[in-house]
């Protein structure tokens, strides 16, 4: 595939192969390759809920749980970028493989450590940086190699099963992880180490070749960063949504903390808590198996106004409500529209970056998000120290609403399609 100098990919010998690819349905190494995925998914899930847990258990330092916590985020923010740029030019099977095989190894470690009652902050600290490194090469390699097994007007479908995957993890990971946590200590981790050792296997059995760049043609490491950022931030479509996008995850993940401390300061029963929670991954789960129908219904513009304006009319209302069923009714509706919104933005991004620049671009996208996503809990913190929880859930409200305007301005995207994008691209 090549680009021109506006960064549109134009059609080369790969794009006539990989239409002769196989349906979704009926695609062994897309199945292998989300099976394995979906696996590691949910031990990762069980695994955030055990580091924690693990952390406090031994130390009995809720500022060594954030400690360790901040390690993981500080790892995929440090190694996020460059990592895209080395998946750009590395065979993207060894990668995924490499990179599961570091986590499983860190995360084993944990769980020896918590059977010999040998745990120990730094080697906490170590563990979550591997599982952090791991993560920014495994999911942009995953990405790009979902893009080399699947057909370009199958790329809408296989964004929706990823959210479907990711809703799925999330919902059931943190229980089972508590669950196995009660049982000992070390079983979560366990559990996780085990996940990577079926996504090692499953990357393992994908045939179609997924190689990076020739030797001659990379370009230097840090140039080849630039490049990368440049095409994202260079291409109005793409920047556009990254940015919007970027935002509401920043509002949205303020408010969802936001709804937590609030109730914490009400003195809402825990077990209540937790039921809202719940009803926001119940929420995102069915929205996730809706979202194909859904796409085809609405543009991605449309979905990038709804979300933000839908969320921040519930979560005004959550700021006023007591009542937990009705916390739990608005936090469903206040989500439900995420999932499909992530398809698109997804689906979007994959189908119009050539593909020998996706890991860079999603990498990019990735830690831009993650960067004000962990800035959020501190900086709705802070407002509700310094304003109560009420004032401060309305002004992420107002954030959310200006995320959702500002795609008013771009018509193209308010028109556009993430299923037919992918089959025009192509």
């Known amino acids: 595939m090549t680009v021109d100098e506006r960064g549109r990919a134009t ?26 995925g979906a696996v590691s998914s949910l031990g990762s899930r069980m695994s ?18 954030g400690l360790v916590a901040g390690t993981a985020t500080m790892a995929l923010v440090v190694i996020g970028i460059p990592a895209g740029a080395l ?30 009652d040998h745990i120990t902050v730094p080697h906490l600290m170590l563990a979550a940086a591997c599982g952090g490194v791991a993560n920014s090469f495994y999911g942009p390699a995953e990405q790009v190699a979902v893009r080399n097994v699947v057909r370009k007007d199958d790329i809408p479908r296989a964004a929706v099963n990823n ?16 669950f196995l946590f009660g049982i000992t200590r070390g079983l979560p981790m366990v559990a996780d180490a085990i996940s990577y050792a079926v996504a090692i296997v499953c990357a393992f059995r994908v045939r179609t070749p997924m190689p990076g760049k020739a030797r001659d043609d990379r370009e230097a490491l840090w140039p080849s960063i630039r490049t990368g950022l440049s095409f994202l931030f260079g291409h109005e479509l793409l920047r556009t949504i990254t ?24 003195g809402t029963a825990p077990a209540w808590i937790g039921a809202v929670s719940s009803a926001m991954a119940v929420s995102m789960l069915i929205a996730s198996l809706l979202s ?35 916390l739990m009714a608005l936090m469903a509706c206040g989500t439900f529209l995420l999932a499909p919104c992530n398809a698109a933005v997804v689906s979007v991004l994959t189908s119009r970056t050539p593909e020998d620049r ?61 299923v037919e994008d992918s089959v025009e691209t192509a």
Request: glycine share 10%; aromatic share 6%; no cysteine.
């Open 243 to 266: 940015l919007l996008s970027t935002l509401l995850n920043f509002a949205g993940t303020g408010l969802v903390v936001s709804v937590t401390i609030t109730m914490q300061q009400r």
């Open 87 to 116: 998946v750009d030019r590395w065979d993207r099977r060894r990668t995924m493989i490499t990179a599961a095989a570091l986590g499983g190894v860190a995360y084993l470690s944990v769980a020896l450590a918590a059977f010999a």
């Open 292 to 326: 194909a129908r859904i796409l085809e219904h609405l543009s991605v513009g449309v979905l990038m106004l709804l979300t933000p304006l839908i969320g921040a009319v519930a979560f005004t209302g959550m700021a006023f409500a007591h009542a937990p069923l009705v």
């Open 163 to 178: 959210q479907v995957r990711s809703a799925a993890a999330g919902l059931a990971g943190p229980p089972l992880g508590g």
């Open 11 to 36: 059609v080369g010998a790969d794009d006539a192969e990989r239409a002769a690819l196989p349906p979704l349905r009926h695609n062994r190494d897309y199945a292998r390759l989300i099976f394995g």
């Open 48 to 65: 955030s809920i055990a580091f924690p847990l693990i952390t406090l258990a031994a130390t009995g330092s809720p500022f060594a749980v």
């Open 358 to 418: 996706l890991g860079r671009v999603m990498s990019a996208d990735n830690v831009l998000s993650l960067v004000l996503t962990a800035l959020a809990p501190a900086t709705m913190g802070f407002l509700i120290g310094a304003a109560g929880g009420e004032t401060a859930m309305v002004t992420f409200a107002v954030l959310l609403v200006v995320s959702g305007v500002l795609v008013l301005p771009f018509p193209r995207l308010m028109r556009m399609s993430a």
